[in-house]
């Protein structure tokens, strides 16, 4: 059987090399490529024959499916796949895992720490003792007892929410079905609106599809408190950037923002360059030095398991 690695996992040589052995040594084929193209000839070139390939989160095409003809197998080192043809998949047999839960711990944490930002304002008073000046008005606010909407009560809104009660905090949240974990932690589901009005902190954690695209718009940010603040480590498209920006400029809200409508750089007329109020991350979510190693480990246990004939973490 041939492994085709499309692109770099982002571990250390040696860490791959011993995951690659595990293959070699089962008399696999190894092929790695370590550097990102989202040419489709080159993809189709390096993908070859191989009969398992691995993908992180750059595109996976239908033209490259199509053309492996011996493709069984799409091991994904990401949670979404929303970035491999799925149609062309299904066409050919082509079963797909994915990585999920790799980076429940990483996207919950900064969710913590942006918050904490925003209420202790430490950004700010980094830039105040930094330019020579005293703490003047930058009095924060404790975490402690604040309400935190958690819209989306997934496995990664559900691990903010256990840490976020570990910090006394009530928790409500919104989800289109119940989650006995959520009722496990105390935390009342309820409409969004009502989230949005209640909450001191919203923490954003829905998947991007078209029902949640634009989810979080003028309207629902217009019903937030004033000084309450909103996380997004989810999608971008999730919340409206320009309704977004106009909020935080008029000084209503505040806002810790890891994800955009793409991965910046940012283009330098983005709504949300210069915008006050803000903590804004250039999506790191994800990305601790554990998580991408976890992740590497998940990818490569999937193919273990679909060797023997029984996937795990099926996405299709």
Known sequence: ?????????????????????????????????????????????????ADVLIIANHPLPGEVIRADKNLKFISVAFVGIDHVDVEACKEKGVKISNTGGYCNDAVAELAVGMALDCLRNITACHEAVQAGEGKGTLAGHELAGKTVGIVGTGAIGLRTAEIFKVFGCKLIGYNRSPKKRAEELGLTLMPLADVMEQADIISVHTPLTPETKGLIGEEEIGRMKPGAILINTARGPVVDTDALAKALREGRIKAGIDVYEQDPP???????????????????????????????????????????????????
């Open 1 to 49: 059987m041939k492994v085709v690695l499309m692109e770099p996992l982002g571990i250390s040589e040696d860490k791959l090399a011993a995951l690659a052995e595990g293959l070699t040594k089962e008399g696999h084929e190894w092929t790695a490529y370590d550097t990102v193209t989202t040419d489709t000839d080159e993809l189709i070139q390096r993908a070859g024959d």
């Open 266 to 316: 940012l283009p330098k007329d983005h709504p949300l360059l210069g915008a006050p109020n803000l903590v804004c991350t250039p999506h790191v979510g994800f990305d601790t030095r554990e998580s991408i190693d976890r992740r590497a480990d998940m990818v490569f246990e999937n193919i273990h398991a679909w060797v023997k004939g029984e996937q795990i973490r099926t996405m299709l």
